[in-house]
């Protein structure tokens, strides 16, 4: 099952989570390295928790642009 994430105070999912990610030079890309607990929510401006929440399929088929 898909899901998204999306913040536990006020619902929204314009969330970002504090990340470190390392260069990887045969892939000439940067990859994440860990993903940390503290998370931020851009909805309302503050420290959250996060809550992942299952996509119904009809986002799954928008957002991958897929029509039934």
Known sequence: MRVDYVCKTCG????????????DAGE???????????AFCHDCQQETHLVAVGLAQEAVDQSSGSNP
């Open 12 to 23: 929204g999912n314009t969330v970002t989570r504090d990340a470190w990610a390392e260069w």
């Open 28 to 38: 000439q890309t940067w990859v994440l390295g860990a993903a940390y607990d503290y």
